[in-house]
């Protein structure tokens, strides 16, 4: 990339592809989508998810301690 030509702009970039969408249709597109109303449910899930790994975790390092411990002795 040449640093030493200006930036392209976002119009410029439509122009030169021969696409009409401006920045302004495309903030109106943004506006249509529907906003998230499960973020409580999906942080909840995620915590549950994080706890069980946490389960798994403690357990396969508690079955290593044991192992070593049975080869150690």
């Known amino acids: 990339m040449n640093f030493r030509e200006p930036a392209e702009t976002n119009e410029q970039q439509a122009a030169r592809q021969g696409d009409a969408v401006s920045q302004i249709n495309t903030t109106e597109k943004l ?10 449910f999906a ?10 790994m946490l389960g798994w975790i403690g357990a396969l390092a508690w079955v290593a301690w044991r192992l070593a411990a049975w080869l150690f002795s």
């Open 31 to 40: 506006k249509d989508t529907p906003e998230t109303g499960n973020s409580l």
């Open 43 to 52: 942080v909840c899930w995620l915590g549950v998810a994080g706890i069980a």
